[in-house]
Nanobody
Framework: VQLQASGGGLVQAGGSLRLSCAHSGRTFSSYAMGWFRQAPGKEREFVAAISWSGSRLSYADSVKGRFTISRDNAKNTVYLQMNNLKPEDTAVYYC????????????????WGQGTLVTVSS
């Protein structure tokens, strides 16, 4: 499977961005999807995950209330709407897929895409 993330860029604090991740395989609608990020000098961390049906959503405490994960199974795409961005959100954002959202909560995933850089200026 190939995962193609896009939508990163430079934004001022308080602004918004929407990341997209296109999934190339036939299993998209059967798998959970997630977003992770890695800031300079830091380890990769979990951001958000969504179950295959979209009924189960999970968020890191640092983004709750500001970020929203969603998916469109007809388009094989998962989204991350990021509002009220803060400088500490600056990172390379990665999308990932796994059979289980619980696995991604542990920081692991079956497949990873390339990252997209989000830079938030103060």
């Amino acid at each position: 499977v190939q995962l193609q993330a896009s939508g990163g860029g430079l934004v001022q604090a308080g602004g918004s961005l929407r990341l997209s991740c296109a999934h190339s395989g036939r299993t998209f609608s059967s798998y959970a999807m997630g977003w992770f990020r890695q800031a300079p000098g830091k380890e990769r961390e979990f951001v958000a995950a969504i179950s295959w049906s979209g009924s189960r959503l999970s968020y890191a405490d640092s983004v709750k209330g500001r970020f929203t994960i969603s998916r469109d199974n007809a388009k094989n795409t998962v989204y991350l709407q990021m509002n009220n961005l803060k400088p500490e959100d600056t990172a390379v954002y990665y999308c990932a897929t796994d059979p289980s959202t619980l696995t991604m909560l542990d920081g692991r995933a079956n497949s990873w895409g390339q990252g997209t850089l989000v830079t938030v200026s103060s």
